[in-house]
């Protein structure tokens, strides 16, 4: 019998193309869903709450020998960090002895020392980034065979639609207004379908410990404007602007990878180039 694989948070925007990818690769995939989302077209699902459940009788009762993990369980939604603690540690407890592929981000790194590799000092500065470094911490103490994947600042198409994040400036645009982003606060981004296509051969492969996904780095300001370009949108709507002076915001979480194109022969392109490819 194939070895199945589990992704927890199948609905999300990265998870359903994860699991989209999985499928059209023929791969025995189920989907975790949980409070009435919609499930994937021809993929099995499963109801699971990370913060009640326990996942080793879904494990165990489907057969499952590979997990990803790729819901924004972090967030908290309002519950407090004893609560999440707790439900990371059952979790964990319950794929020890699978293979787990965890989505993380660059928010484990506070942006005073970018770009970061991957063996660069975790420093989180804000709680979300703080409950992200707590579960890369407990995977590599109890999942021997664990990959931990930071990509930075997603976008794109995925099922035909556009990221939120992008959208909501092509909407403003389109609605004649002008859209300021910082100049000089930087990132790595990287598109939907190229995550996912890092995350699901991932899945398949023996390296273990850290993953950067790591696209070219670029200013916010210029992400938005390579987008809208690419988009067809009027490029020159979005204006440069810098960051306050007394702002915490992050100034550069930009990742570089020095596994990625060793162990996959991977090499995710600018955002034009990604964003030109995947338009439906």
Same mark, same amino acid.
């Given at each position: 019998?194939?070895? *199945? ?23 025995? $995939? ?48 309002? #519950? ?9 540690? #059952?979790? $964990?407890? =319950? ?8 989505? @993380?981000?660059? =928010? ?11 063996? @660069?000092?975790?420093?989180? =500065?804000?709680?979300?980034? #703080? ?5 890369? *911490? ?29 959208? +909501?400036? #092509?909407?403003?645009? &389109? ?9 000089? =606060? ?17 899945? &398949?492969?023996?390296?273990?410990? $850290?993953?950067? +996904? ?10 938005? *404007?390579?987008?809208?370009? +690419? ?25 570089? @990878? ?23």
């Amino acid at each position: 019998m194939p070895e *199945r694989t589990l992704v927890v948070g199948t609905s999300g925007f990265l998870g359903s193309e994860v699991t989209r990818q999985l499928r059209d690769a023929d791969t025995d $995939v189920v989907g975790t869903v949980h409070e009435g989302k919609v499930p994937i077209s021809g993929v099995e699902t499963v109801g699971y709450d990370f913060w009640n459940d326990d996942l080793g009788t879904i494990l165990d009762t489907e057969g499952i020998e590979r997990v990803i993990f790729v819901a924004t369980v972090e967030r908290g939604d309002g #519950r407090n960090r004893g609560l999440f603690d707790r439900s990371l540690d #059952r979790f $964990v407890d =319950a794929c020890r002895d699978r293979r787990v592929v965890y989505v @993380s981000t660059d =928010a484990v790194f506070d942006g005073a020392d970018g770009p970061y590799d991957e063996g @660069s000092d975790p420093s989180p =500065a804000s709680e979300y980034g #703080r409950r992200v470094r707590a579960f890369e *911490r407990v995977l590599e103490d109890h999942c021997p065979d664990h990959c931990i994947v930071r990509p930075s600042y997603l976008y794109g198409f995925s099922g035909g639609t556009l990221d939120p994040r992008l959208a +909501a400036t #092509r909407e403003r645009i &389109r609605d004649g207004e002008t859209v300021a982003y910082f100049e000089d =606060a930087y990132k790595s981004p990287i598109s939907i379908g190229d995550a996912a296509e890092i995350v699901t051969d991932l899945t &398949r492969h023996e390296v273990t410990g $850290v993953v950067h +996904a790591a696209a070219p780095r670029t200013s916010i300001h210029e992400f938005h *404007r390579a987008a809208m370009d +690419a988009l067809d949108e009027p490029a020159g709507r979005v204006v440069p602007e810098s960051v306050p002076p007394e702002s915490d915001y992050p100034r550069d979480t930009s990742l570089v @990878s020095g596994r990625l194109e060793s162990v996959l022969g991977a090499d995710p392109g600018p955002v034009s180039e990604a964003l030109e490819r995947s338009r439906p």
